[in-house]
Every structure is written in structure tokens, then in C-alpha cells.
């Protein structure tokens, strides 16, 4: 479940889309997902030699990035590059995740330089007149480790690049760090860079108690998440100890049912009789028709989706669970299904 905010993607002219990186290949599709332009990623070089993995990245156009902790031979990067340059001269939109690798961690880790040496490079190849703009992308998972997760697709205001092409040219170093550092604070306004994920359902049902509309919650979380490092660093104990109130509220409401949004502004509450058949008539239907077809549907899908459940975590790292859960699925759920319509045939006549 998708919600998209900020933004949006050029709509043509040369284009770098910067992300962060915390679920593995669930990430690019929802890069991709921004813009209706083709998308021309970067992935590792170890992806293309995957079966059936690698002939995808090849199909799409993909550009294999060469990495030392793989094995590779970096110097093979400098065809990438080259590629890259001739792709933004051709007003073609690039992906690359300036993280370097996907990761479980709570807030960004240090960039690397290839979107600014690529944005830099590619400008300088045409006298500065190409307009390369990087455009930064957040995603914000709820739960990225569980099935139908809610995450927020977050596209920043595009990073300046053409006011460092003097620098580039005195001193081509410090021009890569300067545009680095922007790409790096892009970024940092579209995720909400926590310090530790256990903040995030605390943050949730914090905003949740103080806020009623859905509108702007996600950037109100990130804002609550600079605001508790702040806090966090000047009172430490305050923060634990409302922390500690939070979680136990959040308790109380979970033993009863509810959560934040069930709690009325006033205590005083009037229920009419249109009110209370309006609801019996609803639970009537949910109870006799819903809830026996969502029974059945659970019921037979209850063994593939628990072998999913168990298998993926052994085959996969925290930030690539997801992805294995759903190439898993793209395996299992089919299988199950062909093995039933089999075996109903087989019984019942085909």
C-alpha cells in the first residue's frame, strides 16, 4: 500500500533519481514507480549473473556497478561511467542508490560519490549547458518486513548542481564532496532518519494522539524524528521516561482494542438508534458473509503462505527479506494452486 508525496519527477531533460536503500529489490520498483519516463538503473554486478535475475537487469538497460567487497575489478566501473555520461547527454533518466548497498539501518549510511561525480562529469561533457538535475527519493516503510507493509514514496525538491560547475573545474574533488553533502541533506528531508527502530511506533502513536487527519503524517513523523534527536541528546532521561508512558498507553489501548484514532475528543458520547442499527447491521454482514469467505480464502492459502513465513529468513539478510518473500511467493502460490486444481481434478474429474 503506497502513499506518494513531495514532488514530481521531470517530465524530460536529463535526470539522476537518487534513493535510500533499506529493502533490496522492493526498492527500485518503487523508485521506478515516481515516473511514467523509462528508468535506467544501477545495480550491482553480481545481480547480472543471477539466472533469470540477471537476463531482467539486462532487458531494462541495467548498468552493472562493480564493487571491490564483491571481488570485482573496480577499474571496469569507468565503462559505467561512460555509459552514464551518454545516457544524460540523451536526456535519459538514470537510478542509482548513493548508499552503495541496501542496509537495516534505522537512518542513512555515508554516501558514496558516483551520483555526484556522474552528475558533474556528465555537465561538464557538454560546457555545462546539459542541466543534469538530481532529484532525491525517500522511502519510509511502516514494516517492511511483513506482507501488504504501508510505505510512503517521498520525491525531494531537485539538488543543485549547475552553480558547482567553476568549482569542478578548480578543483574537481571538493566540487564531488560539496554536491555529495547536498545529496546527502536531499535525502535526509524525504526519510526520517531515525536513531533506532524501535522509535518508530512510539513516534506513531505519539503523532496519532496529537493529530486526527491522515494528511502530512508522514512528514510530521519525520519532523517528531528530528525532534526527539534533539531532545534525546540534551535529556536523555526525559525521553526514556516518556517513552516508557507512550509504550504503556499504546498497551492499555491494545488490550481494549483500539488505537488512537478510536478515542473521542469528548468523553460524552450519544449513541441514537439509527446510529446503533446503522453498526449491528454492518457487524451482521461482515460476521455472516465476509468473515466465512475470508475464512475459507485463509484456510487454503494458510500452508504456502507459512512456508514462505519460514523459508525466506533463511535465505535472506533483514533488508532483503522482503525480496525473498516475494520471489518466494512468485514460486509457491502458483505451485499450490496448480497442485489443488490438480488434485480436485483428480477426484472430482478435470
Known amino acids: 500500500r503506497v502513499q506518494y508525496l513531495g514532488g514530481s519527477v521531470p517530465e524530460q531533460g536529463p535526470v539522476l533519481l537518487v534513493g535510500n536503500h533499506p529493502n533490496g529489490l522492493v526498492d527500485p520498483v518503487l523508485v521506478a514507480s515516481t515516473t511514467t519516463r523509462t528508468v535506467r538503473f544501477l545495480g550491482k554486478a553480481p545481480l547480472f549473473e543471477m539466472p533469470g535475475l540477471?537476463?531482467?537487469?539486462?532487458g531494462l538497460a541495467a548498468l552493472p556497478v562493480y564493487r571491490a567487497q564483491d571481488g570485482a575489478d573496480t577499474g571496469a566501473n569507468a565503462r559505467t561511467f561512460e555509459a552514464v555520461f551518454a545516457a544524460?547527454?540523451?536526456?535519459?533518466l538514470v537510478c542509482l542508490f548513493p548508499e552503495g548497498k541496501s542496509h537495516d539501518q534505522p537512518e542513512l549510511s555515508e554516501l558514496?560519490?558516483?551520483?555526484?561525480?556522474?552528475?558533474?562529469?556528465?555537465?561538464?561533457?557538454?560546457?555545462?549547458?546539459?542541466g543534469v538535475r538530481i532529484v532525491p527519493v525517500g522511502l519510509v516503510y511502516r514494516s517492511k518486513r511483513r506482507f501488504r507493509s504501508r510505505v510512503a514514496?517521498?520525491?525531494?525538491?531537485?539538488?543543485?548542481v549547475s552553480d558547482l560547475a567553476e568549482m569542478h573545474r578548480r578543483d574537481e574533488r571538493a566540487a564531488v564532496h560539496a554536491l555529495t553533502e547536498?545529496?546527502?541533506?536531499?535525502?535526509?528531508?524525504?526519510?526520517?532518519?531515525?536513531?533506532?527502530?524501535e522509535d518508530l511506533p512510539l513516534l506513531e502513536l505519539a503523532e496519532r494522539i496529537l493529530f486526527d487527519e491522515r494528511e502530512g503524517r508522514v512528514e510530521r513523523l519525520r519532523d517528531f524524528a528530528l525532534r526527539l534527536r534533539e531532545l534525546r541528546a540534551e535529556e536523555p532521561a526525559r525521553v526514556d521516561e516518556l517513552g516508557e508512558r507512550i509504550a504503556s498507553f499504546g498497551e492499555r489501548l491494545a488490550r481494549l482494542g483500539l488505537c488512537a484514532q478510536d478515542l473521542p475528543e469528548k468523553l460524552e458520547l450519544e449513541y441514537t438508534p439509527l446510529t446503533v442499527l446503522a453498526f449491528l447491521l454492518s457487524a451482521a454482514l461482515r460476521l455472516g458473509l465476509v468473515l466465512p469467505l475470508a475464512a475459507l480464502g485463509a484456510l487454503f492459502w494458510f500452508v504456502p503462505y507459512r512456508l514462505i513465513g519460514a523459508l525466506a529468513p533463511r535465505f535472506a539478510t533483514p533488508d532483503t527479506l522482503?525480496?525473498?518473500r516475494i520471489l518466494a511467493g512468485l514460486v509457491l502460490f502458483p505451485l499450490w494452486l496448480a497442485l489443488a486444481t490438480a488434485l480436485a481434478g483428480w477426484r472430482l474429474g478435470f
Open 182 to 197: 547536498r545529496i546527502a541533506e536531499g535525502l535526509r528531508a524525504v526519510t526520517l532518519e531515525l536513531e533506532r527502530w
Open 153 to 160: 514514496v517521498w520525491t525531494g525538491a531537485p539538488v543543485r
Open 54 to 58: 540477471g537476463q531482467v537487469m539486462r
Open 112 to 130: 558514496k560519490t558516483g551520483a555526484a561525480r556522474m552528475a558533474l562529469g556528465a555537465d561538464a561533457r557538454a560546457d555545462n549547458a546539459l
Open 322 to 324: 522482503a525480496t525473498a
Open 88 to 92: 544524460l547527454a540523451q536526456g535519459e
